[in-house]
């Protein structure tokens, strides 16, 4: 694998893990203030991310030893609200800037596996950041999010509330594929 590729892989990584983690500890918060169905989107959107970090960690699979990985993180725990906006905001990131970087580093390198990967994850992210700011506007009111059924795709990280899909939108998987969040 082209190093540059690899380097934005293992960046990527870190900062989905990151996101992860920081999705957890943000939806312990949202259920202290009382939102628990933000804090099961939170967590919906924390297994997304795990998803995401695994498909990276995959591709590089032949690429060994240890690296220093600079990502980007957002620190701190604020109001559900602010929580809220800030996971909408690292997600907007990844869409409009980060991944739309890598994916073009990826196929100047002829890349395709890694570029396939992050253009997937642009598609799933953008239903992230849909959900966490309309979370945010229930919490902006003062109530919980009035979402049933939050699921995830198991393959892509894909995500939405309601009704089931037959099959996922990105990646095509069936949906004995997602798991849901009750």
């Not at 099961?40 to 960690?57: C, M, N, V």
């Not at 690429?63 to 906006?85: H, P, R, Y």
């Not at 229930?138 to 899909?165: P, S």
């Amino acid at each position: 694998m082209n190093d540059m590729t690899a380097q934005n892989l293992r960046s990527a990584f870190g900062g989905e893990s990151q996101a992860h983690m920081r999705y957890k500890a943000w939806g312990d918060k949202a259920l202290k203030d009382g939102f628990p169905t933000v804090a099961k989107l939170f967590s919906a959107i924390s297994y997304a991310e795990e998803i995401h970090a695994k498909g990276h960690f995959r591709l590089l699979k032949d690429v060994k030893g240890d690296f220093l990985v600079a990502s980007g993180a957002g620190f701190g725990i604020g109001t559900t609200s602010e929580n809220l906006q800030g996971a909408a905001d690292g997600e907007l990131f990844e869409v409009n800037q980060m991944y739309p970087a890598y994916v073009a580093v990826a196929e100047a390198q002829e890349e395709k596996a890694a570029a396939n990967l992050m253009k997937s994850i642009i598609e799933a992210e953008k239903t992230h950041a849909d959900l966490y700011l309309r979370a945010k506007e229930y919490t902006d009111a003062g109530k919980d999010a009035e979402f049933t059924n939050i699921h995830v795709c198991e393959v892509c990280g894909y995500a939405a509330e309601g009704e089931m899909v037959d099959r996922c939108p990105i990646c095509n998987a069936t949906n004995d594929k997602f798991r849901v969040f009750e």
